[in-house]
């Protein structure tokens, strides 16, 4: 009688019947439990030897037998939740074929740009600054069906734009390793532009990065993944391009028929992991409680174009072809990242010259605390705006921009709470005049137009404060 009612007891207050009033409910039953054993205790053995060491033996394993118990129903309901947040809010049918997780940033900046020569006044200098929201992104992805069938929707605003998508594709995978994706997403050429900019280690990319990027296109992909070896291809409408003989705009979200798409479009991605897991490649931080790793990649890039909607001369059909590679070391506490990239343009007009365009950047990274991180990076360009001499014409290339770019910039990052809530600082200089390679919605300014004159003047000075949030 004695073991069956302090089972009966225990159970009931190590499983409450509901989680609302839970802690009322074992308060309660705890009042209950030690009125019954002081009557017990009075009644069995009033000179308060009933507590022997079998007893209580038998009382312990009866314990640990309810408490096994309750562990058991509590792994079973949250195997069965089908709402909640683990790293980011989801839904989930109850056999976990269907998933929703949802997740998104926003990242506000304030910046302050001084430019020695002034676009609309030449001669004189002009400071420019004010805070922006410089993007908010909005994520869904996902299973169907089964977990070998994935998806992802993605949509953004930049700089205050109307929202509009940005990743929208279904993924399937084949086999272990082996996926097949069709839709629209990031273009498999340079790593920089494959980490999200949520993790980026500077405030935003290079301008190097804002040139040469292949952007987001539709297409169709095939990715290999081992152990140590990855692998991506792809056929594609077509992707980002910018030079005097073929500045192509965004390929994001345009249509089928659009005059930018391409006669054929080819893409392909390989990486090398030397050392560490694919996880920690997913950004650059080389965390305190990370290990070391090494990933080196390489891409290539062709496009073959039937029209020209880049410029006004109906009579090119501009070949692009491109290529990159790049290397990241990661340390316990720092990082260091670089690659170098090349892309050329031929017109397919006789007596005029291609166009060859190359660009390198090098940053790192170095944790002072746990949460603190030091950051640097430098980089170097060459847009090829004038293959053939001459002067510079209104409506190519950023107005015939200045062709270069030497910038280095130094920052820190204080993740707050890791990647989701993060402070960051930066400030830029520029060592050469800022044409061809000016970035205004993340990065330097045009120092001048064509008809201003003033590419040349070096010293332009960009500063930047972010704060992001992650949910």
């Given at each position: 009688?004695?073991?069956?009612?302090?089972?009966?007891?225990?159970?009931?207050?190590?499983?409450?019947?509901?989680?609302?009033?839970?802690?009322?409910?074992?308060?309660?039953?705890?009042?209950?439990?030690?009125?019954?054993?002081?009557?017990?205790?009075?009644?069995?053995?009033?000179?308060?030897?009933?507590?022997?060491?079998?007893?209580?033996?038998?009382?312990?394993?009866?314990?640990?037998?309810?408490?096994?118990?309750?562990?058991?129903?509590?792994?079973?309901?949250?195997?069965?939740?089908?709402?909640?947040?683990?790293?980011?809010?989801?839904?989930?049918?109850?056999?976990?074929?269907?998933?929703?997780?949802?997740?998104?940033?926003?990242?506000?900046?304030?910046?302050?740009?001084?430019?020695?020569?002034?676009?609309?006044?030449?001669?004189?200098?002009?400071?420019?600054?004010?805070?922006?929201?410089?993007?908010?992104?909005?994520?869904?992805?996902?299973t169907v069906v089964d977990p070998t069938w994935r998806y992802k929707l993605q949509f953004?605003?930049?700089?205050?734009?109307?929202?509009?998508?940005?990743?929208?594709?279904?993924?399937?995978?084949?086999?272990?390793?082996?996926?097949?994706?069709?839709?629209?997403?990031?273009?498999?050429?340079?790593?920089?532009?494959?980490?999200?900019?949520?993790?980026?280690?500077?405030?935003?990319?290079?301008?190097?990065?804002?040139?040469?990027?292949?952007?987001?296109?539709?297409?169709?992909?095939?990715?290999?993944?081992?152990?140590?070896?990855?692998?991506?291809?792809?056929?594609?409408?077509?992707?980002?391009?910018?030079?005097?003989?073929?500045?192509?705009?965004?390929?994001?979200?345009?249509?089928?028929?659009?005059?930018?798409?391409?006669?054929?479009?080819?893409?392909?991605?390989?990486?090398?992991?030397?050392?560490?897991?694919?996880?920690?490649?997913?950004?650059?931080?080389?965390?305190?409680?990370?290990?070391?790793?090494?990933?080196?990649?390489?891409?290539?890039?062709?496009?073959?174009?039937?029209?020209?909607?880049?410029?006004?001369?109906?009579?090119?059909?501009?070949?692009?072809?491109?290529?990159?590679?790049?290397?990241?070391?990661?340390?316990?506490?720092?990082?260091?990242?670089?690659?170098?990239?090349?892309?050329?343009?031929?017109?397919?007009?006789?007596?005029?010259?291609?166009?060859?365009?190359?660009?390198?950047?090098?940053?790192?990274?170095?944790?002072?605390?746990?949460?603190?991180?030091?950051?640097?990076?430098?980089?170097?360009?060459?847009?090829?705006?004038?293959?053939?001499?001459?002067?510079?014409?209104?409506?190519?290339?950023?107005?015939?921009?200045?062709?270069?770019?030497?910038?280095?910039?130094?920052?820190?990052?204080?993740?707050?709470?890791?990647?989701?809530?993060?402070?960051?600082?930066?400030?830029?200089?520029?060592?050469?005049?800022?044409?061809?390679?000016?970035?205004?919605?993340?990065?330097?300014?045009?120092?001048?137009?064509?008809?201003?004159?003033?590419?040349?003047?070096?010293?332009?000075?960009?500063?930047?404060?972010?704060?992001?949030?992650?949910?």
């Amino acid at each position: 009688m004695l073991s069956a009612s302090i089972a009966a007891l225990v159970a009931s207050v190590v499983v409450p019947t509901t989680a609302v009033d839970e802690q009322q409910v074992i308060d309660q039953k705890l009042a209950e439990l030690r009125g019954e054993v002081a009557e017990l205790r009075a009644a069995c053995d009033p000179q308060g030897s009933w507590l022997t060491a079998a007893r209580a033996g038998e009382i312990r394993e009866l314990v640990r037998d309810v408490l096994a118990d309750a562990g058991t129903r509590d792994s079973l309901q949250a195997a069965g939740m089908t709402a909640g947040r683990r790293d980011r809010f989801f839904l989930a049918s109850e056999d976990g074929n269907w998933v929703m997780n949802v997740q998104g940033y926003t990242q506000v900046r304030y910046a302050f740009d001084y430019r020695p020569s002034n676009p609309a006044a030449p001669g004189d200098s002009v400071d420019t600054f004010g805070a922006s929201i410089r993007r908010m992104r909005f994520q869904f992805e996902g299973t169907v069906v089964d977990p070998t069938w994935r998806y992802k929707l993605q949509f953004v605003s930049y700089q205050g734009s109307v929202l509009s998508p940005d990743d929208i594709y279904l993924e399937k995978t084949l086999a272990p390793g082996l996926s097949l994706r069709i839709g629209q997403f990031n273009l498999p050429f340079l790593r920089e532009s494959l980490i999200p900019d949520s993790v980026t280690t500077m405030v935003d990319r290079a301008g190097t990065e804002f040139f040469f990027s292949a952007g987001r296109g539709q297409g169709i992909q095939l990715t290999a993944e081992g152990e140590h070896l990855r692998a991506s291809a792809g056929v594609f409408d077509s992707f980002d391009v910018k030079s005097n003989y073929f500045s192509s705009g965004s390929s994001r979200n345009q249509a089928w028929d659009s005059p930018t798409v391409a006669d054929y479009c080819f893409m392909a991605r390989a990486e090398w992991k030397l050392a560490g897991t694919w996880t920690q490649c997913r950004d650059f931080a080389g965390w305190r409680t990370g290990e070391f790793g090494v990933l080196i990649g390489a891409a290539g890039e062709i496009e073959k174009k039937g029209n020209n909607a880049g410029t006004s001369d109906p009579s090119i059909e501009p070949l692009v072809a491109g290529a990159t590679v790049d290397i990241g070391i990661e340390w316990p506490g720092a990082s260091i990242f670089s690659y170098f990239v090349w892309r050329q343009i031929d017109p397919g007009v006789a007596g005029m010259n291609n166009a060859n365009q190359y660009g390198l950047v090098v940053q790192g990274g170095y944790f002072v605390t746990d949460d603190v991180e030091l950051t640097a990076r430098y980089e170097y360009g060459d847009a090829d705006t004038m293959p053939n001499g001459g002067a510079g014409a209104v409506g190519t290339l950023v107005n015939n921009g200045y062709p270069y770019n030497s910038t280095v910039t130094v920052g820190a990052n204080w993740y707050i709470s890791g990647q989701f809530l993060k402070l960051s600082w930066d400030i830029g200089y520029a060592f050469q005049g800022v044409g061809a390679f000016a970035s205004p919605p993340g990065a330097f300014l045009a120092d001048g137009t064509s008809s201003s004159g003033q590419f040349n003047q070096s010293g332009q000075v960009l500063a930047r404060m972010q704060v992001q949030l992650m949910w």
